[in-house]
């Protein structure tokens, strides 16, 4: 379901932290940390104010540690276990320590039985193709690819809005796997990269195109955007601040933009826009 605000061009939406074991005290500009001694702050979710589930979500992730070895369900295995769609994910690195990587794909094509055997004695860890990150690197990380965020890394994730995440591998932390689960929907081979379009017109880069959702980056400067009828529009920005029809945002905000919409930002922003499809405004 597109979310649509009747006579709103742009809404703001609230902020959820959550709490992880690899969270950090430390957040990001624009975050306020957790307090002293309280649980570390591993993700932060942008959602709507009411019950409705929009068709992306969007988050801020924080690590201090690797984030368990995972795998995430297309919209067809989804859709057969009850849920609405699949996830399809896109990372924009912020900041990274000069050793964090990331895994994304494997080193080698494993079978079923390979992979459960390697999720199960832990060799599953040096079979991942660990990619050394820095800021600015961005992935896009299609349904089915196994993969684990490593330690040391903020990061922005745009991902089809469904909180379904099956383990394969956790590093002996007391957390459930779900190895049937997560074997059969894993595509447990080496990591083709979407072919970034990579074009840059009036101030816009694109980052991802498709399948599941288009994302932009944006320098600053003032801008007009028409939204077809019924579509939503994520706006993230990173730096600077600004207004949408007298909305106000600053960097750590994400507001929902629906129908035609004047942007105002100024001239140090940075920003992220989201939208569903496979095909530029």
């Not at 992979?115 to 079979?127: M, Q, W």
């Not at 196994?146 to 991902?159: C, D, K, M, S, Y």
């Not at 129908?259 to 095909?279: M, R």
Request: glycine share 8%; aromatic share 8%.
């Amino acid at each position: 379901m597109t979310v649509r605000e009747t006579n709103m061009p742009a809404t703001q939406l609230v902020t959820h932290r959550v709490e992880k074991p690899w969270g950090r005290e430390r957040l990001w500009p624009g975050f306020v940390d957790p307090l002293p001694g309280a649980p570390p702050i591993g993700e932060i979710w942008f959602q709507p104010r009411d019950a409705r589930a929009p068709d992306l979500l969007v988050k801020y992730l924080f690590t201090s540690e690797k984030l368990s070895v995972q795998v995430h369900p297309d919209d067809a295995a989804a859709q057969a276990a009850g849920f609405r769609q699949g996830k399809d994910e896109a990372w924009l690195v912020l900041a990274a320590e000069p050793s964090s990587t990331i895994a994304i794909g494997t080193l080698a094509r494993l079978d079923r039985s390979a992979l459960r055997l390697a999720a199960l004695d832990g060799s599953i860890e040096d079979l991942l193709d660990w990619k050394p990150v820095k800021a600015g690197d961005f992935f896009y990380s299609p349904a089915g690819t196994v993969h684990a965020i490593g330690a040391g890394i903020t990061l922005i994730e745009v991902q089809q809005n469904l909180d379904l995440t099956y383990r394969l591998y956790d590093y002996g932390r007391p957390r459930e796997l779900h190895l049937d689960a997560a074997i059969a929907v894993s595509n447990a081979v080496p990591f083709v990269a979407q072919a970034a379009p990579g074009r840059v017109s009036a101030g816009r880069t694109i980052l991802a195109e498709g399948p599941k959702f288009v994302l932009e980056r944006w320098s600053g400067g003032n801008r007009e955007i028409r939204l077809p009828a019924g579509m939503a529009g994520w706006f993230v920005p990173i730096t600077g601040e600004g207004s949408i029809d007298g909305v106000a945002w600053q960097a750590g905000d994400c507001l929902m933009v629906n129908d035609t919409a004047a942007i105002l930002a100024s001239a140090d922003s940075d920003i992220l826009f989201a939208y569903v499809g496979d095909q530029r405004l």
